[in-house]
């Protein structure tokens, strides 16, 4: 078990997506972890939980750590967890689920989420900017040729890094980030992001799909990626007063949002 499940203070929402699971390069044991020390109100599953492409594409890779991510996830929604699942472009096939309740969670092809301090925020995978921030042609399918390339090789790379004691290190995130295509890209699903949550007349959005996490505000709206399972290792979290977190599998704090002041905390509504 989890060293920190009995310590852990009860988050007020959990966002996490871009697990991948049933594929070679889903980090599941760590996300299991994740889980099994987890106690929330909500969890969201911000889509791409299960990689249903890669397992029509590819052999499944399955194993029993993937099997600890279904218990903790049944175990959660046993304790009285409310489950939301937003699919995603990996996942798409749950989309005609959307708006039921299943046994253990609601699907929904986007959900609103109202913070404690009174903020609303869109909670979408992120695939619907493809459109704007996709150019498509050869550079794009030799991109994505190159990124499942570079996940081999960080998959590699901490292994080894396992064997010799060290912690976890993203080989990807850096590459990426040494990228200036890579970073432009980011930039434009950023300000999608940022843009739709506007029309809306929401005060930001929370996304996944990109496998790059962010917490930050800009021109007055949150702009919260909670990343992934295969680089990044993080999840978004909010406290009973507000506040979003960026946290690392481990637990780490990495950005935070603060709450907005407020007299009195709303109680968690349904999701919408």
Request: proline residues 3%.
């Given at each position: 078990?989890?060293?920190?499940?009995?310590?852990?203070p009860?988050?007020?929402?959990v966002?996490v997506s871009?697990?991948?699971l049933?594929?070679?390069?889903?980090?599941?044991?760590?996300?299991a972890?994740?889980?099994?020390?987890l106690h929330c109100?909500r969890l969201?599953?911000?889509?791409?939980?299960?990689?249903?492409?890669?397992?029509?594409?590819?052999?499944?890779a399955w194993?029993a750590?993937?099997?600890?991510?279904?218990?903790?996830?049944?175990?959660?929604?046993r304790?009285?967890?409310?489950?939301?699942?937003v699919?995603?472009?990996?996942?798409?096939?749950i989309?005609?689920?959307?708006?039921?309740?299943?046994?253990?969670?609601q699907v929904?092809?986007?959900a609103?989420?109202?913070?404690?301090?009174?903020?609303?925020?869109l909670?979408?995978?992120?695939?619907?900017y493809?459109?704007?921030t996709h150019f498509g042609?050869?550079?794009?399918?030799f991109?994505?040729?190159?990124?499942?390339?570079?996940l081999?090789?960080?998959?590699?790379t901490?292994?080894i890094r396992?064997?010799?004691?060290?912690?976890?290190?993203?080989?990807a995130e850096?590459?990426?980030?040494?990228?200036?295509?890579?970073?432009?890209?980011i930039g434009?699903?950023?300000?999608?992001?940022?843009?739709?949550?506007?029309?809306?007349?929401?005060?930001?959005?929370?996304c996944g799909h990109?496998?790059?996490?962010?917490?930050?505000?800009?021109?007055?709206l949150i702009?919260?990626?909670?990343?992934?399972?295969?680089?990044?290792?993080?999840?978004l979290?909010e406290?009973?007063d507000?506040?979003?977190?960026?946290?690392?599998h481990?637990g780490?704090?990495l950005?935070?949002?603060?709450a907005?002041?407020?007299?009195?905390?709303?109680?968690?509504?349904?999701?919408a």
């Open positions: 078990m989890n060293p920190r499940t009995a310590t852990s009860m988050k007020r929402a966002f871009d697990v991948h049933g594929s070679k390069h889903c980090h599941a044991a760590e996300f972890d994740f889980l099994a020390g109100r969201y599953l911000v889509g791409d939980i299960v990689d249903l492409w890669w397992m029509s594409q590819r052999r499944a194993d750590a993937h099997n600890r991510v279904i218990e903790n996830l049944h175990a959660l929604a304790n009285g967890t409310e489950l939301i699942y699919p995603g472009n990996h996942d798409r096939p989309r005609r689920f959307c708006g039921l309740m299943l046994p253990a969670m929904r092809r986007r609103i989420h109202a913070t404690a301090d009174g903020r609303r925020l909670v979408t995978h992120g695939d619907d493809d459109g704007i042609g050869l550079q794009e399918r991109g994505d040729w190159l990124y499942y390339r570079i081999t090789g960080n998959r590699i901490n292994r396992r064997r010799l004691g060290l912690r976890y290190w993203s080989l850096y590459l990426k980030r040494q990228s200036d295509a890579a970073e432009r890209y434009r699903f950023v300000q999608a992001g940022l843009d739709d949550a506007q029309r809306r007349g929401l005060d930001g959005i929370v990109i496998h790059r996490a962010a917490l930050f505000q800009r021109d007055g702009y919260a990626n909670d990343g992934d399972w295969v680089e990044s290792l993080t999840a979290c406290e009973a507000g506040s979003l977190q960026l946290l690392s481990t780490q704090v950005e935070v949002v603060p907005r002041l407020r007299l009195v905390a709303p109680e968690l509504p349904r999701a």
